[in-house]
């Protein structure tokens, strides 16, 4: 492809990325809660009320860590979180056939998936990184995320041979039907990172009943 076009399609992205920031607003959480299968004696942990993420928009402590300039685009394909031993390479995802936001294949457990409709890891702006809780043969990829702690790091291995490296400032669990879409995907200005499962309660007959969310800010390159 020459520059021209890979210009041509950088810009048609960052068009679509409004959109995709709105269908997450409304669709994350079904998309990935009709995909768990809650199935088993001890549920995934749950957040400590104590982990939230400062409810604000503009506070001095959501900056990106100083010196730490935004990165520019570049496709991530592996996750790891040392803290909860997640290693898992990363497929993008869009919306599925239904309108909602795709979530990568139940089968591969050990799977998680990057929301192309928003920016990629340590852009300026919020990426966002889905995984499945668990699936009919045990847990998945992300579910250990409700243990999660303040401090604790997520790092994104970008196909420009860079990692961007970021730090959990808030873990909460939201429920489906009363999820605070601004707050979780609202860009703030500065490179942000959210990590999402499933969680929260879980019936059989409408599955888990909200979202877990790791709230994160880039604090490293490498």
């Given at each position: 492809m020459y520059d021209?076009?890979?210009a041509e399609e950088e810009e048609r992205r960052r068009k679509r990325a409004p959109w995709g920031v709105i269908a997450l607003?409304?669709?994350t959480g079904l998309a990935l809660i009709r995909?768990?299968?809650g199935e088993f004696d001890v549920g995934p942990p749950q957040p400590a009320s104590a982990a939230a993420a400062p409810d604000t928009r503009a506070a001095p402590g959501d900056a990106a860590a100083p010196g730490v300039a935004p990165l520019p685009y570049s496709v991530p394909d592996r996750v790891s979180i040392p803290a909860i031993q997640v290693d898992a390479p990363v497929m993008g995802v869009g919306l599925d056939a239904d309108?909602?936001?795709d979530a990568p294949p139940p089968e591969d457990p050990n799977l998680a998936g990057?929301?192309?409709g928003a920016v990629s890891p340590g852009e300026k702006g919020t990426a966002v990184v889905v995984g499945h809780v668990d699936n009919q043969q045990g847990p998945a990829v992300f579910y250990g995320l409700g243990a999660l702690k303040k401090g604790n790091k997520v790092e994104i291995h970008r196909q420009d041979g860079k990692t961007a490296v970021f730090e959990i400032y808030g873990i909460e669990v939201f429920e489906k039907d009363n999820f605070?879409?601004?707050r979780v995907y609202g860009s703030k200005g500065t490179p942000e990172l959210r990590v999402i499962t499933c969680g929260g309660g879980?019936?059989?007959q409408n599955g888990y009943d909200g979202n877990v969310?790791?709230?994160a800010r880039l604090a490293e390159v490498r």
């Open positions: 021209s076009e890979l607003v409304l669709l995909n768990g299968s309108g909602w936001v990057w929301f192309t605070p879409g601004d879980f019936t059989k969310v790791a709230f």
